[in-house]
């Protein structure tokens, strides 16, 4: 499996950006794919995450109404809306994908560093920036 990420770049506190990952060598059956992101200074947390079991969904609390994130099976893209950006969110983000699917999509976007699902992959990362 492999990922590349776009669409990061700087934006003014309040303004949206949408990024998106293209995923190859991944059969879009069983998946989970989910958006991560890291900080100056601080560990990878996970943003949110999305299961094809029941096309489960995670968000992380302080993102909840603003980030939306979707899926392009025909494409094999996976997207990350960003409305109503705060400075907060300024870090890397990445794009991850496993070809296995999970009921437990929180646990799994809160864990997948420490616990990586089965044949999980990463794309490189795409810088956000938020000016306040």
């Known amino acids: 499996v492999q990922l590349v990420e776009s669409g990061g770049g700087l934006v003014q506190a309040g303004g949206s950006l949408r990024l998106s990952c293209a995923v190859s060598g991944l059969s879009f059956g069983d998946y989970s794919v989910g958006w991560f992101r890291q900080a100056p200074g601080k560990e990878r947390e996970g943003v949110s995450c999305?299961?094809?079991?029941?096309?489960?969904?995670y968000y992380k609390d302080s993102v909840k109404g603003r980030f939306t994130i979707s899926s392009d099976e025909a494409k094999n893209m996976v997207y990350l809306q960003m409305n109503n950006l705060e400075p907060e969110d300024t870090a890397v983000y990445y794009c991850a994908a496993s070809p296995h699917a999970t009921r437990f999509v929180e646990f799994l976007c809160n864990n997948w560093d420490r616990v990586p699902p089965p044949d999980g992959a990463w794309g490189q990362g795409t810088q956000v920036t938020v000016s306040s």
């Open positions: 999305l299961s094809s079991v029941d096309a489960s969904t």
